[in-house]
């Protein structure tokens, strides 16, 4: 999610600045109730995905270095030190082993 970014003129960075401030007005229990707004649930709170945002940003910073001409960019990462587990698969090739399909094909 992009909430802020510098390609908008100042009209558009402060309705940005608003929505983020209503988005953590709504977040704190005790005006959550009397808002008189609501929030996209895309934006409710759950789990920390730091370990995807990490993953991602080896896609996400060479882009941003090439579209704005950079040489260098560094990035901070503000967290609260829990991630989510990530799930994984890994492909186990087994050369020396028959699949069924060989194995009935070997039978015939």
Not at 6 to 25: F, L, P, S, V, Y
Not at 76 to 103: C, F, H, S, W
Request: hydrophobic share 35%.
């Amino acid at each position: 999610m992009n909430l802020l970014t510098n390609k908008t003129n100042g009209k558009e960075m402060e309705r940005q600045m608003k929505n983020i401030w209503r988005i953590a007005t709504y977040h704190n229990s005790y005006n959550r109730y009397s808002a008189t707004y609501t929030i996209s649930s895309r934006l409710s709170l759950s789990g920390t995905p730091l370990n995807e945002s990490l993953i991602a940003l080896h896609e996400i910073l060479p882009k941003f270095q090439k579209e704005n001409k950079l040489q260098k960019v560094q990035c901070v990462i503000l967290t609260d030190g829990e991630a989510n587990d990530i799930g994984y698969n890994v492909e186990i090739v087994r050369p020396n082993k028959l699949t069924v399909k060989q194995m009935i094909l070997d039978i015939m």
